[in-house]
């Protein structure tokens, strides 16, 4: 690193911003992140397609930790289209040693990656629609075609949707139909309260599958049901999804997709960020739902 040595006024060794702020990106970057040059000095890191962005908060908080190195993110945990700036690495010259460098990339490699991008993955998706009334075509269902948008947008592709009614039987039949048909996700409406006749959640328990939560300190989505059947999620969708543009399952469901495992404890974190301010005009993903 001698030729970027330069001697300052106080006859002190120090680093070019440019030059530092690039080994240490270089450093921190995993999988789909591209690096640039920022007009104004430091190195921007820019998603280089669509995905979930991952971000290592405690190594970056011991990079933040060291002399004269600033590491700045966007929230993690949510999705990102291509060419987003996702984060930022500064540093000061005259008080950026190299030992500050070395230290720096030995956190980096310690907690490799400390930001990365995890590619959305096609999934095949299955629909199950419960409920007596939508069943025997009184109701009309408003919530698939909903689910089948957000579905798309993410890159996935519902394969089937199936009517249930109220019944615990067909219900356990139809998730073990979807899965055995190919569906790499299968997703619940109706059903989803505590009332006596919703029986989506005791559904869901019945096949088998481990539950990971029902019920989640996050509003519009408090009556959310996570459960794994093996390795396929099983969502049961309270009826909030539909009316409203941002929920838990907006929150969960990129994580998903991208094959992350959503565990209890990182929904219950959740609580700080999960209320949605219910704004007059909605800016969700533009906004503080969710993010931690």
Known sequence: ???????????????QEDDTSAIIAKAASGNGIRLTGMPDGGTGFFSSGAGVLKVNKEALLKINSIVGIF???????????????????RTISFETHEKNIREAEKICKESSPVIEIKPLRSLKVGIITTGTEIYSGRIKDKFGLILKEKFARLNCEVIKQVFVPDDVEKTVASIHELVSEGADLVALTGG??????????????????????????????????????????????PGCVMYHRASIFDLVLPLIIAGETVTREYVLSLGHGGLCARCEECRYPVCGFGKQ
């Open 1 to 15: 690193m001698n030729d970027l040595r330069k001697k300052s006024t106080f006859d002190v060794d120090y680093l």
């Open 192 to 237: 989803m309260s505590v009332d006596p006749d919703d029986l989506t959640p005791l559904s869901i328990r019945k096949t088998g599958a481990k539950i990971v939560t029902y019920g989640v300190p996050i509003y519009p989505g408090g009556m959310f049901l996570l459960a794994y059947l093996g390795d396929v999620p099983v969502l049961g969708l």
């Open 71 to 89: 590491f700045s993110t966007i929230h993690g945990n949510h999705a990102v289209t291509d060419e987003t700036p996702v984060g930022e690495i």
